[in-house]
C-alpha cells in the first residue's frame, strides 16, 4: 500500500485537474443515445476574481455536471466570460493614468488595442482559479463575450430588433455616472443612507399673497424645477391648486399642480418637480405635460441652460452657492438633519445622477408577455417556487431597457448618421452606405450595454444564428443555478431573448441559490473587512498577508484598525489550508433553499474532518484486503453476515436519498446523507464490526467481510465524487482493482444507483437493536467509572433470545468479557446501576471498594454543596440581584441549577450503592 499515511490535498489536486482535463473528459461527448445535460455558467467578469459567491454556485453547478456526467448523459457545461464593459474600461483607464495618459488623448483604436492587451495577458484569473475548484466545465468550448461569433450575434439580434420595431433611439432619464459619463444599469447602483439635509425654501406666489414651502433635499436641482405638486386632497392647498409660484434665483414661474405622488406627511406637503433630474419627477411631468430642462453637463455642472452665475459649477458647490443666495434674498426658512438614500456608483462611488439623454431603447412590453406565459405555463420552473412571484412582479411593471452606454470597450451600436442626422441601421458601414445612397456617414459612437450580449448567452454560446449541433442538442439547456440579485437582470432578459429568437426557452429550470455571508450573517464586503476569499481557504493564509488584503485599499486609518483588530480576533493564526474538497463539502452543505447563507470556518473545519476519516478509513481497509482474497471470484465461495447485510442495505438507501437530493437541488441534504453514511455508519459501525468478523469469523465469512468493506467503500467514493472529486480520485485508484473496478477515472464510471433486491430490512432492525445495547453498555461504563481497557462481564435478563447473533459483536464493541443471561432479578448485586434496552434488562458485573466510593461521593457532595450555597447566598442577596448585569445574574442561577443537577444525580448513585433496594 503507497497511500501517505495523512492527507495532504495540495498534490492530489494539482495532478488530477490537469490529467481531468488534458484527457478529454470535460468534453461533451455528442453521443446521440445519451440524453442531453446542460448547464450554463453565469459569466464571471474578465475582470473578476473567484469570490465566495462564484465558489458556492460553481461547487452546486459541479455537483450536477459530475453526477450527471456519471449517469451517462451528454453533458456540456458552457463555460466562458464576460467582456464587462464599465469594470474593464475602468481597470484598463487606471492603468494608463498611472502613465499619465489619458484614452481620449490615444484615441479609440489604440485605447481599445490597449485593453485587449490586458485581457490576453491578465483577464483569465478567474478560469484559473475555477480550475483551483475543480469546475469541470468544457474548456474547448469556451466563449468570450466578445468572440466573433459572439458578437455576430449581437449584431444580428441589434438589427432584428430594430427592422421590428422593438429597438429605438430617444431621448429619456436614465442613470447617469458623472464620472465615467455614461448611462449605468441599475444593477450597477447602490444606494446606502447617509447624512444628508432637508432645506425648506419659499416659493413666492405669483399673486403676492403669500408663499408656499417646498422641502427637498437637492437644492441644487431647483434650477430645472417645472412645477410644485401638492396633493389633491390636501385641504391646505387645494385653493391654490392651478396658481403660479416664482422660481427663486431663476425669474420664471412654475404652476402649482395637484398629483397623487406627493406625499402629504412629508416634508411641507410641497414637493418641488424636476422632470428632466428626478425618476418619480420625469413621470409627475409625463402625466401632467410638463417640459424636461436639463441643467446638468455630462460631468455633473451647471450648463448653459441655468443663470449665467451658476454656470460651470460642480455639483457641491453650485448647491452651496443656491444655499447662501436663497439665505440672502430670505427665501430659506429652515434647515434640517435628514438620513436619506443616495444612489452611488458600484464602481467610481460618484453620485448618480438622474439626466435626460439620447440613448437606445428596447421596447419590453411584448417580450415581457412571452416571459410570463413560459413560466405561468410550467415551461420553466423557478426553484423555490416563490421567485416565480418575484420574476411575475417585475415583469409586470417592465419599463423599456436603457441598452447603449457611452464607453468605448463593448459591442459598438451598428448604426450610422447622414449629415441630418437620419440613422442607418446595418450590419457593416459598407451596407449602411448602401442604404444611405452616400459614404459620408459617421458611426454612432457608443456601445451596448453588457446585459445586451449576456441576455444571448443560452443561444450565442452554441453558435447561433448557424444551426449548430450544439445548438439542436443543449437549448433548452436543463438548470441555471444563479442568485436572486440578478433574477430580471439577466434571467428574465435571457428568457425574453430566446423565446424571441430560437422559439424556445433558454433553460428548463432556474435554481436560485442564497447569498454568502459571513458567520454573522453579514454581507461580505471589502468597506466591512468581512472578505473570504475561497483560495485563501483551499490554501491557507497566514494573519500579517489576511490583515494586509483586507485593510490595504483602506483610505481610513481608523477603518482599518477596527477591520485590522476583528480579523485578528476572529483568526489569531491566519486561515489554515483546507483544501478544495473539504470547502466544496462546506458549501453543499450550507446550500439549503434559502437566502442567506452563512459561512462558519468551523463547519469547514468539520468537512476537512471528514475527508481525513475517509482517507484513514480507507488505509484501514486497504491494510486489510490488499493481497488477500476478497471474494470476487465465483469459485471462492463466502459468508455475509448480519453486519454486511445491514451496511449493504444502509448503502442503498443512501444511494436513493442522493438521487433524491441532486434531482430536487438539495446539496445539504446530500451532503448530510453523505457524511452520516461515512462517519456514523459505515466507519464508526461498520468498520469496527468489521474488525470482529477478520479477528473471529471463519475463511468464508473472512472473505464475504473483505470484499463488503472494499465494494462498498469502492461505491461510496463514486457516491461522493460529485461534491468532493479529487479526495475521492485518489483514492478510488488505489480502491477499485479490489473491488473488481477498471478504467482510468472516477469521473468517468458509472454513478451508483440503488438496488432494492440487495435490501435486507431484519438486518436493519437487529443492528438497531446491536447499537442500542452497545450506546446502553457504553452508557453504563461510564456512569460507573471504568477504565476504557477493562473488560467486564455483562448481565441480561429478560427475553434473551433477542440477543442471538449479537453476542459476539457485543462483546467486541462494548468491551465485555462475557454475556450472561440472569436467572432471575436477584442476580444483580444491590446498588450497580442498571438500564433497560426494549424489554432486556442489562447490568455490569462490576467489584466496588464501597468503602473508598462511600469516602469518594461524600467529598463530592461536600463540594457542591458549598458551590450551592455560595451560589444561594448571591441570588438571595437583593444588592447583587438589583445591581448586577442582567447576564451575570442569569448566569448565577444557571450555575445554581447545574449544582443541583449534579447534587440530584449524586444523591441517585448513592441510593443504589448503599441504600437497599
Known amino acids: 500500500m503507497d497511500l501517505p499515511k495523512s492527507f495532504d490535498p495540495h498534490p492530489i489536486e494539482a495532478h488530477w485537474y490537469p490529467e481531468w482535463e488534458s484527457r478529454g473528459y470535460f468534453r461533451a461527448s455528442m453521443d446521440p443515445p445519451a440524453p442531453p445535460y446542460c448547464i450554463l455558467l453565469p459569466p464571471p467578469n474578465v475582470t473578476g476574481t473567484l469570490h465566495m459567491g462564484h465558489a458556492f454556485q460553481h461547487t452546486l453547478m459541479d455537483g450536477l455536471i459530475r453526477y450527471r456526467r456519471m449517469m451517462g448523459d451528454n453533458v456540456h457545461w458552457q463555460t466562458g466570460t464576460d467582456h464587462a464593459g464599465i469594470a474593464t474600461q475602468i481597470v484598463v483607464e487606471r492603468q494608463l493614468e498611472a502613465l499619465q495618459l489619458d484614452r481620449r488623448t490615444l484615441g479609440r483604436e489604440t485605447f481599445l488595442e490597449k485593453v485587449w492587451e490586458w485581457k490576453t495577458h491578465s483577464g483569465s484569473t478567474i478560469t484559473r482559479q475555477m480550475r483551483r475548484l475543480g469546475s469541470s466545465c468544457d474548456w474547448s468550448r469556451e466563449r ?32 447617469w455616472d458623472p464620472v465615467l459619463q455614461t448611462a449605468v444599469s441599475d444593477l450597477e447602483v447602490v444606494s446606502e443612507e447617509e447624512d444628508g439635509k432637508l432645506w425648506h425654501i419659499l416659493y413666492p406666489l405669483v399673486s403676492g399673497q403669500g408663499h408656499l414651502v417646498v422641502a427637498t433635499t437637492r437644492p441644487e436641482t431647483l434650477l430645472g424645477d417645472q412645477a410644485v405638486a401638492v396633493h389633491p386632497d390636501d385641504e391646505r392647498y387645494r385653493h391654490l391648486i392651478g396658481q403660479q409660484v416664482m422660481l427663486p434665483l431663476t425669474g420664471r414661474t412654475l404652476p402649482v399642480i395637484a398629483d397623487t405622488y406627493v406625499d402629504p406627511a412629508f416634508g411641507t406637503g410641497c414637493v418641488k418637480i424636476t422632470p428632466a433630474h428626478d425618476f418619480n419627477d420625469y413621470q409627475v411631468g409625463q402625466r401632467h405635460g410638463l417640459p424636461l430642462l436639463n441643467v446638468f453637463t455630462p460631468d455633473a455642472r451647471i450648463n448653459d441652460a441655468a443663470p449665467e452665475n451658476y454656470r460651470g459649477l460642480d455639483r457641491q458647490t453650485a448647491r452651496e452657492r443656491i444655499v447662501a443666495d436663497l439665505e440672502t434674498q430670505g427665501l430659506l426658512q429652515e434647515v434640517r438633519a435628514h438620513r436619506l438614500m443616495v444612489p452611488r456608483g ?99 459612437e457608443d456601445v451596448l450595454d453588457t446585459w445586451f450580449s449576456s441576455a444571448l448567452w443560452p443561444f450565442s454560446t452554441l453558435g447561433w444564428p448557424e444551426d449548430t449541433p450544439e445548438l439542436q442538442t443543449f437549448l433548452p439547456s436543463q438548470v441555471l443555478v444563479t442568485g436572486f440579485d440578478i433574477i430580471f437582470f439577466w434571467v428574465a432578459r435571457m428568457i425574453m431573448m430566446t423565446t424571441h429568437f430560437t422559439g424556445q426557452v433558454p433553460f428548463r429550470e432556474v435554481y436560485v441559490t442564497g447569498l454568502v455571508r459571513d458567520a454573522h450573517g453579514q454581507k461580505m464586503s471589502k468597506s466591512k473587512g468581512n472578505i473570504l476569499d475561497p483560495i485563501d481557504i483551499i490554501d491557507g493564509i497566514d494573519l500579517e498577508s489576511l490583515v494586509k488584503k483586507r485593510t490595504s485599499h483602506l483610505m481610513d486609518p481608523r477603518q482599518a484598525r477596527s477591520i485590522e483588530n476583528s480579523t485578528r480576533k476572529e483568526f489569531p493564526e491566519g486561515i489554515p489550508s483546507y483544501g478544495t474538497d473539504a470547502l466544496r463539502f462546506t458549501f453543499a452543505s450550507l446550500a439549503t433553499h434559502g437566502r442567506d447563507i452563512k459561512f462558519d470556518m468551523q463547519r469547514c473545519e468539520g468537512y476537512r474532518n471528514f475527508c481525513n476519516k ?192 449479537l453476542e459476539s459483536y457485543l462483546r467486541f464493541m462494548a468491551r465485555l468479557s462475557e454475556v450472561t443471561p440472569l436467572r432471575d432479578e436477584q442476580d444483580v448485586a444491590t446498588g450497580i446501576p442498571t438500564t433497560i434496552v426494549e424489554d432486556l434488562r442489562l447490568a455490569l458485573h462490576i467489584e466496588v471498594d464501597r468503602e473508598a466510593e462511600r469516602n469518594r461521593l461524600e467529598k463530592q457532595r461536600e463540594k457542591l454543596l458549598e458551590e450551592q450555597g455560595r451560589c444561594q447566598a448571591k441570588l438571595s442577596n437583593p444588592g447583587f440581584v438589583e445591581r448586577a448585569p442582567a447576564n451575570v445574574v442569569a448566569q448565577e442561577r444557571e450555575r445554581l441549577e447545574r449544582f443541583s443537577t449534579s447534587l440530584g444525580e449524586l444523591e441517585q448513585q448513592w441510593k443504589r450503592l448503599f441504600e437497599v433496594q
Open 144 to 175: 468570450f463575450t466578445l468572440d466573433d461569433g459572439l458578437s455576430q450575434a449581437v449584431t444580428r439580434v441589434f438589427i432584428q430588433l430594430y427592422k421590428e420595431g422593438l429597438i429605438y433611439r430617444g431621448k429619456r432619464l436614465v442613470n
Open 346 to 444: 458600484d464602481r467610481t462611488r460618484a453620485v448618480i445622477e438622474p439626466m435626460l439623454s439620447d440613448q437606445w431603447f428596447v421596447s419590453m412590453s411584448g417580450m415581457a408577455d412571452k416571459a410570463l406565459q413560459v413560466v405561468n405555463e410550467g415551461k420553466i420552473r423557478f426553484v423555490p417556487d416563490n421567485w416565480k412571484n418575484t420574476y411575475a412582479h417585475w415583469l409586470n411593471h417592465i419599463e423599456d431597457w436603457c441598452i447603449s452606454r457611452q464607453l468605448w470597450w463593448g459591442h459598438r451600436i451598428p448604426a450610422w448618421y447622414d449629415e441630418k442626422g437620419q440613422v442607418y441601421v446595418a450590419p457593416t458601414q459598407a451596407e449602411a452606405e448602401k442604404l444611405a445612397g452616400t459614404s459620408r456617414l459617421t458611426r454612432d
Open 614 to 805: 475517509l482517507w484513514n478509513a480507507t488505509r484501514y481497509v486497504l491494510m486489510n484486503v490488499e493481497d488477500q482474497d476478497c471474494g470476487l471470484d465465483e469459485k471462492s465461495p463466502v459468508t455475509l453476515s448480519l453486519a454486511d447485510h445491514w451496511i449493504i442495505h444502509r448503502l442503498q438507501d443512501t444511494e436513493a436519498a442522493i438521487h433524491e437530493g441532486f434531482k430536487t437541488y438539495r446539496f445539504d441534504l446530500v451532503a448530510r446523507h453523505l457524511y452520516e453514511f461515512v462517519w456514523d455508519e459505515y466507519c464508526d459501525w461498520y468498520v469496527e464490526l468489521a474488525k470482529c468478523q477478520l479477528a473471529d469469523g471463519d475463511e468464508m465469512m473472512q472473505r464475504g467481510t473483505r470484499r463488503t468493506l472494499v465494494r462498498v467503500l469502492e461505491a461510496t467514493l463514486r457516491l461522493a465524487h460529485p461534491l468532493i472529486p479529487f479526495i475521492t480520485e485518489a483514492l478510488w485508484q488505489k480502491v477499485a482493482p479490489l473491488a473488481g473496478k477498471s478504467g482510468p477515472s472516477i469521473m468517468i464510471q458509472p454513478y451508483p444507483v440503488p438496488d432494492d433486491t440487495r435490501r435486507d430490512t431484519a438486518s436493519v432492525q437487529s443492528m438497531e437493536r446491536l447499537k442500542a445495547l452497545v450506546n446502553a453498555c457504553r452508557n453504563l461504563r461510564s456512569t460507573m467509572n471504568v477504565n476504557p481497557g477493562e473488560r467486564l462481564p455483562l448481565l441480561v435478563g429478560g427475553n434473551v433470545q433477542k440477543l442471538e447473533g
